[in-house]
């Protein structure tokens, strides 16, 4: 036994492998909470019945870290003192799937601690016969977003991801689904678990929202989202087609611009269309504005949007088929 540790450990540095499973028979996915069945049979199907099969939680240098179940002829190792206190009450194996050689076990209430590799080793079959299997524990929780400071043309936001795993890749994204540009996210580790912080500086007023992935369990939160005004800046405006009785319009709306905007209709050749005055609306210092005008041929319509004051323009475009 001495002698085939060193053979291991050169073995782990030559790999470089850094779990223990050298080759995973399978890999568990479960959420935090929730059961998780880890399966093992052996090559041959074997009636397990009267049988010796044990579980073991591994290092990653192969070293057992924990006894986690065993099945010996129905004693069980629940009633030995040898099981981890971590899988006191937790684990148990399948009476009915014996016969058809089947050593799996579930694992209740799994948590993110539970992650890990496996083994589920037949000691006493012949050739003797040894399984790994990886487990990982997920939780994901929901992102938390901030301003954490505002200036009259830039903010400086924030997102916090408590208690994830594994460690999600967090960014912030605007509107449109662009991914932000953000500074290094500062990663710490809080027991099993990760704790990320994502800043970024914004510098135009939209609607940013803040999305954790885990790659390894397939994963993404749900957005959180958080409306940023800053100085004012419109964004590009929302067009639309309306069919009303007096025949086709075109309609620009702008939210929450400041100084207030001036919207034109125009046509291909950068000619305005005639249009009634806009729908102003105001809110806490910055305009809602709606621009409707009648169109009679068929062209590629642009809704400009100028803020003099702020030298900024922006503009979205409408194709209208006549033939409506
Ligand atoms: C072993 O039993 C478990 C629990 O019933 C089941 O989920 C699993 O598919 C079985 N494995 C095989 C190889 O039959
Ligand atoms: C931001 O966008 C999301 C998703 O489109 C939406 O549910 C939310 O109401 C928006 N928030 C604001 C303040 O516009």
Known sequence: MMKQLPLLLLFSLLTGKLSACTHAVS???????????????????????????????????????????????????????????????????FQTELKQGNASIIIRKTKVIDSGSYTCVFPRLQPRQEFCIELIVGASPEPYVTILEESKDRSLLQCLVRGAFPEPKVEWWDSSGNILPAAEPHVSKAGDSYDVILQTTVTKTDNYS??????????????????????????????????????????CEILG????????????????????????????????????????????????????????????????????
Not at 212 to 224: D, G, L, S
Not at 231 to 250: C, F, M, R, S, W
Not at 265 to 284: C, H, L, M, T
């Open 27 to 93: 890999r568990v996915i479960a959420t935090e909470g929730t059961d998780a069945v880890l399966p093992c049979s052996p090559s041959t199907r074997v009636n397990l019945q009267d049988k010796l099969f044990d579980w073991k939680k591994v290092g990653q240098g192969g070293e057992t870290l924990q006894e986690v179940f065993m099945y010996d002829s129905a004693v069980y190792y629940e009633r030995n003192s040898g099981q981890s206190e971590q899988f006191k009450g937790r684990v148990s194996h």
């Open 210 to 251: 803040c999305v954790a992935t885990q790659e390894e369990i397939n994963h993404q939160t749900k957005p959180a989202h958080i409306y940023v005004h800053l100085n004012g800046a419109a964004t590009k405006p929302h067009v639309t087609i309306l069919k009303t009785e007096d025949g086709l319009k075109v309609q």
């Open 257 to 324: 611009a400041s100084p207030k905007p001036l919207l034109q209709w125009k046509d291909s050749s950068g000619n305005i269309v005639p249009a009634a005055e806009p729908q102003v609306s105001e809110r806490g210092g910055s305009y809602d504005l709606i621009l409707q005008t009648t169109v009679t041929k068929t062209d590629n319509y642009h809704c400009v949007v100028t803020q003099e004051e702020i030298n900024h323009r922006t503009e979205a475009e409408i194709y209208v088929s006549a033939q409506w």
